[in-house]
C-alpha cells in the first residue's frame, strides 16, 4: 500500500485538527474515511437530523476557509449536540464538466470547481436546537459565499437544505428554467419525483 506524501499531507496537519486517526487503505475507502459511506451515521435511518448548506464554489478562499473552520470547530467541539457533524469540500475532475459549454445544456453550474458542504447532524431535541443547526449552517455557508464575491448563492440540490431559490438550484436563466421544466414534463409526466426542491 503506498504512502501519501506529506507535501500533500502536511499542510492539514498545519491547521491543527481536531482530532486524528492514522488509518490505511485504498481510494475506495474514501467516503468511509470522510464519514459518508453507506454505513456512516448521516447515511442510516438513525433518527438524527442532517442538514446540509451547499455552495458551489470556484476556488478555495484560505482565509474564508479559515474563518468557517475556526467557527464551525467552535460549534461541534466538546459535548456540543453538533459533534458529530462534518464540513466537506468536494473537488473532482472538471475535465468532461468544462468541455461541454454551458449554454449548451439545461444544467447551470457548469464553471464551477468545488462544493463546499456542511453537514450538521445531531438527535432531533425541538425547534430551538433546529434553529441553532440553521443558523450554523447558514453562517458557514455565508462565509464562503461571501469569499467568493459571487451576487448569487449556487447550491447542489441533492444536498439543499430546502429554503434555496430554484435559482440558486437551476441557475437564474429563465431558457434554463424553461429547459428543465419542459424535461422534467417529458420524463416525469406525473411528477413522481417532484418531492424535493422541485423545478415544476
Not at 453507506?38 to 464554489?57: E, H, I, M, S, T
Not at 449554454?103 to 468545488?114: P, T
Amino acid at each position: 500500500m503506498d504512502v501519501v506524501d506529506p507535501v500533500y499531507t502536511q499542510p492539514f496537519h498545519d491547521i491543527g485538527p481536531l482530532s486524528e486517526e492514522p488509518i490505511g487503505g485504498s481510494y475506495t475507502d474514501l467516503a468511509s474515511w470522510t464519514g459518508i459511506s453507506l454505513d456512516a451515521p448521516p447515511c442510516q435511518k438513525a433518527g438524527l437530523v442532517n442538514p446540509r448548506f451547499p455552495n458551489y464554489l470556484q476556488s478555495y478562499n484560505i482565509p474564508a476557509q479559515k474563518q468557517a473552520y475556526a467557527q464551525f470547530a467552535s460549534a461541534v467541539s466538546g459535548t456540543s449536540a453538533f459533534n458529530n457533524s462534518l464540513f466537506i469540500f468536494e473537488g473532482y475532475s472538471m475535465v468532461g464538466v468544462h468541455a461541454i459549454t454551458s449554454d449548451s445544456a439545461a444544467f447551470a453550474f457548469r464553471d464551477e470547481n468545488l462544493l463546499a458542504a456542511p453537514l450538521i447532524t445531531y438527535a432531533p431535541a425541538g425547534s430551538d436546537l433546529d434553529a441553532q443547526a440553521a443558523q450554523l449552517g447558514d453562517q458557514l455557508r455565508q462565509i464562503l459565499h461571501d469569499a467568493s464575491r459571487r451576487t448569487d448563492l449556487r447550491a447542489y440540490v441533492n444536498y439543499a437544505y430546502g429554503d434555496e431559490t430554484s435559482q440558486q438550484l437551476y441557475g437564474s436563466d429563465a431558457w434554463r428554467q424553461s429547459r428543465l421544466k419542459a424535461l422534467k414534463k417529458k420524463y416525469d409526466p406525473q411528477g413522481r419525483f417532484s418531492f424535493f426542491a422541485p423545478i415544476a
